[in-house]
Structure formats: C-alpha cells, structure tokens
C-alpha cells in the first residue's frame, strides 16, 4: 500500500549566502583555535521558536586547519518566532549590514516576503523589527483523489525585540504575532461541508516575554531569567477538538559559575504552565537541568542530568542523561560520545511545527526520551575536508507519527493527517563528507540509516518514517559573482510489513544565483525537476516541478 503526500511551506527557496566577520579569541594555539564568527542579521529560519538558557558544549567539530568555530549564542536570547533567529548583541560587528529584504515569487502563487532590521538607539539600547509573508495558492496533485487540490497556506508574522544594556545585566522585552490560514485537504464533495469538519482553518499566534540576563563577565555567578505568555487559537473546529485556545506562562532562566579556567558548573530550570480553553487538560512541565563542565585543548566534558516533573496528562517524575564526551587527536580528529535524553513538550506550537495541518484524536502526552546514545568520528584531514562517522540508538516513550487517513459519511468522504503517539526505539548510523575550495566549489554528501520499531501491531505508524537517507548538494562557481547550485534528496521509507512502503521522497532541483554590489542577490531555482509525488514526515501533498526567483538585499 502507498502513500503519497508531503507538506510543502514555501518551497524552493534556498538560503542568500551570508558575509562572516571573524575576530581573534585571546587564547590560541595550534591545536584549538577559537574564531569567533558573526551572526549575519539575515533571518532564513522559519517556524524556530526555541531558547537556549544554558552554556552549551558546542557539537563536536574538525573544521579546516584545525579551527573551531564558536556557535555559543548568549545563553539567554530573544525567542524566536517565525521568521526569526536569534538576535546576539555580543556577535554584532560595529558596522555590518543591519538591515535585510528579501523579495520571492513562483508558479502556483508561491511567494515569500521577509524584512527584517536591527537598530542600535544607542550604545545601550537595541530594537530589532521583524516581518514576513510567505505561502502559496495553486493546484497541486493529490494522492488519495483523482483531481488536484486547490491548496491555500499563508502565514503572516511580525515580531519586536528591545534590548537595554544596564552596568550589570541587561533588560529584554518582546513580543511576536502571527496569523496562518490554510484548508485542509480536499473530500470527495467539498461543497457540502461537514459541520464538524471544516474545509478551512485559521490559527492565530501571539506571545511577549521581560526578561533579565547578566552581562558582567566578572561576576562570580553567571544568570538570567525570562517569563512571558505564549497564546495560540484555533478558529474553526476539528472532528476530534473544538475550537478555542491554548496558553502558557512559559519561564526559563540558568545560574552558573567558573570553578576555574576550565570547570564550570550550572544549572538550567525551564516551566510551561498550560491553560487550555479547549477540550484538554491543563498540567504544569517542570525542568531541571544540573551539570558540570571541563575544557581544555584536548578534552570537552558535559556532566549533567534533567530532571522533570509533570503534574497532569501523564505526569509525574522522570530523569535522564545530559551526558557529552569530545576527546582531541592528531590536530584535527574528534571522536565524541553522546548520553543524552529528557522531556519534550507536544502542545500546540509544537504540534504546528511538526504538521500544520495537525489533527488529533485525543490530548497528546509529552514525549519522553529516558536515552539518547551517539558515538562518533569528526575529522578534518586536509584543508577544506572534511567526514564524519557515527551511530547511535534512541528510545523516546510518545514519539510523534504522522498519519493519512480518512473517514466516510452518507454524504462525502473526508481526508487529513493524523498524529498519533507510541513508544519508538531507532537504531542509527551515518556518515557525511564536504569539501570547500575557496569560492569556487562547496559540496557534500551524506547518507544515514534507520532502523524503526514500534509497538506490536502498529507498524502502521511508520510509514512516513525513513529507514535510508541521501542528501548531496553542490555549489560551484560558474563565472565572477555567479553560482550555479544542484541539490538531490532521496529517502526511503520504513517497511510496513505486509503493508509495504509508502512512497520514496525524491527530490532534484538546481538553480544559480548571482551577487551584485556586495549587497544584492539574485536568484532563481527549478525545484521537484523529476516531477514526483511523495510523503514527508508531515504528510500532505508536494508540488511537482514548480520555479521561483527572488532578490535579496542586505542594508
């Protein structure tokens, strides 16, 4: 039995290649060298809403010559909102690029709109503004009806952040919205509508947060702390779920402190208190994150545990590893292992990120990760290149599952993507290569495989999972300022036992860009060149071949 379906926001549109600035770190040697890069202020990363509250032991890394490029964003950052990333006062440059626009249209009505600028009112006071449109409307083909589907996705977001800069700590407040309209996918007779399914849906988003975070590197304990409300509504009612609201007061904030030069120890605590005005109940997820960490020139180590406390909705208390070992050889080889795990909150934002399309039968429980093993192999051998090898196992207790399906009435039938929940164990492994050659060529490729297994007579779940992955991507230099770009991404699905497989993703696409004046890009792509219907992890169906071209502007 095949499916074929995906979800498809904005396709096609490839990221506008960055400008790095890179400073000197005051210790260096030939064996770590740390080279702080700017965080260009070009904001390509959409439905992100994640804080980082802690020092983080960066991923292993081998970069070219033996350079380690620190990735480290303050520990307390805005809150990143659709499109938005985070805003890092400590990585901006005096004198880059503030402001960026970029400007997307397609067939079938795609468009993307982003603009975005971070303005310094003084030498203490930061305001960054941002806002985006991006969606489509057009004909697609549809896998379980005859006809095309007229599908109608458009998300509107706009969002402000303000920082001021005290002696000690710094003062941050900001608030975001956002608006995303869309219809379901399409039943046999739409024009008779199904009461309590609707055809059409809206969501409506809407957050603010205050927050405090020290700033004074010479303080004995390093710390920060935010609350906000995070709200999110449904406008029509679903076949499971009536319409209404979910909210939550959301808190996070760390304490940590310098043993010495190279030992540090913490603590991370994040809380979300959910209020539903649907038919869900309500429970408070409470996080703790101890740990310590040691650094030196060979050796990176993580020691932590997360601790969570659920009242309601399958709560109760849970613990697992925060555990990070990076040893150093040879200059540039690192091999890594990783115990890792914890909790993982399912409310609606999470939800929408995983499908937009999200239906459900009932509440979802948090998902929970009691183990997460990785261990790997990073090296750089030769400046430009480098691999990677790795393998791992993972179990997590109300893992997510996309699933097609439908039901019938005297009058029509009815199609939508359902998420359910089981226990997931995968066995994994991986490797990749790159190489860069000055701007003349950049590329690489890499392969992974899984191997899923739920519970006893739902192998039905999996059929949107990938057992095989292949992403290769190329950009090499066609003449002065032009690029010319081609990206492949194959994957197969898990086997569904006597089910069969759900339908490969194959994806081929190529475009080229074409830089002016250090500032302007523009750019055109050909995406979906093969033509092909397939399933993603979210389920709904793709575009065949489409083209969008575009310009950039960094100001």
């Not at 009435?409 to 993507?417: I, P, R, S």
Request: proline share 4%.
């Amino acid at each position: 039995m095949k499916y074929i379906s995906t979800i498809l926001i904005c396709a096609g549109l490839w990221p506008v290649s960055t400008i790095c600035a890179q400073k000197g770190a005051e210790k260096d040697s030939t064996l770590n060298r740390t080279v702080v890069v700017e965080n260009q202020y070009n904001p390509e990363v959409m439905d992100a809403f994640k804080v980082n509250v802690m020092p983080e032991v960066e991923e292993p890394a081998a970069p070219k010559q033996a350079i380690q490029y620190a990735t480290d964003r303050h520990p307390l950052g805005a809150w990143k909102v659709t499109p938005m990333e985070a805003m890092s006062r400590e990585w901006a440059q005096k004198g880059a690029d503030r402001g960026y626009v970029r400007l997307v249209y397609g067939n079938l009505n795609n468009v993307d709109l982003k603009g975005s600028y971070l303005w310094d009112i003084s030498s203490k006071d930061q305001l960054g503004v941002m806002a985006s449109l991006y969606g489509r409307n057009g004909e697609i083909p549809h896998f379980l009806s005859p006809d095309d589907w007229k599908s109608r996705f458009y998300r509107t977001d706009v969002s402000l952040d303000y920082r001021h800069d005290f002696r000690s700590v710094a003062l941050k407040l900001g608030g975001a919205f956002a608006s995303q309209v869309f219809n379901y996918m399409p039943s046999l007779q739409e024009d008779e509508r199904i009461e309590y399914f609707p055809t059409t849906q809206r969501y409506t988003l809407g957050e603010g947060y205050v927050g405090v975070v020290s700033r004074d590197k010479d303080l004995p304990i390093q710390f920060g702390l935010q609350t906000g409300l995070r709200s999110f509504s449904t406008r029509y009612d679903t076949y499971y779920m009536r319409h209404g609201s979910e909210n939550i007061v959301h808190t996070e904030g760390f304490m940590a402190g310098n043993i010495n030069d190279e030992q540090q120890v913490g603590v991370g605590l994040e809380m979300d208190n959910l209020i539903h005005g649907v038919s869900q109940q309500d429970y408070t997820l409470a996080q703790l994150n101890p740990y310590y960490t040691l650094q030196n020139e060979v050796l990176r180590l993580r020691l932590g545990a997360h601790v969570d406390v659920q009242t309601a909705n399958g709560g109760g208390v849970k613990a697992a590893p925060d555990v990070k070992l990076e040893y150093t050889f040879a200059d540039s080889y690192v091999v890594y292992v990783n115990l890792l795990g914890g909790s993982r909150l399912n409310d609606f934002r999470r939800l929408n990120d995983f499908s937009p399309y999200w239906v459900v039968a009932q509440q979802m429980k948090t998902s929970y990760t009691p183990l997460d093993a990785k261990l790997g192999l990073k090296a750089s051998p030769v400046t430009g290149l480098g691999f990677e090898l790795y393998g791992g196992y993972r179990i997590t207790k109300n893992e997510l599952f996309a699933v097609p399906g439908g039901f019938a009435t005297d009058k029509q039938n009815v199609f939508y993507t359902g998420i359910w929940q089981d226990k997931g164990k995968v066995g994994y492994g991986g490797a990749s290569v790159s190489y860069a050659y000055r701007d003349w060529v950049d590329f690489s490729l890499s392969g992974a495989y899984y191997n899923w297994t739920v519970t006893e007579g739902n192998e039905g779940l999996l059929q949107l999972k990938p057992q095989a992955k292949v992403d290769f991507g190329i950009r090499a230099k066609v003449v002065k300022d032009c690029h010319a770009l081609l990206s492949y991404n194959y994957e197969r699905r898990q086997k569904m036992g006597e089910l069969g497989r759900a339908n490969d993703v194959n994806n081929l696409s190529v475009g080229a860009e074409y830089e002016l004046l250090n500032r302007f890009n523009v750019f055109a792509r050909l995406n979906n060149l093969l033509n092909k219907t397939y399933a993603t992890e979210a389920g709904y169906p793709v575009e065949g071949l489409h083209f969008m071209a575009g310009i950039s502007c960094r100001f």
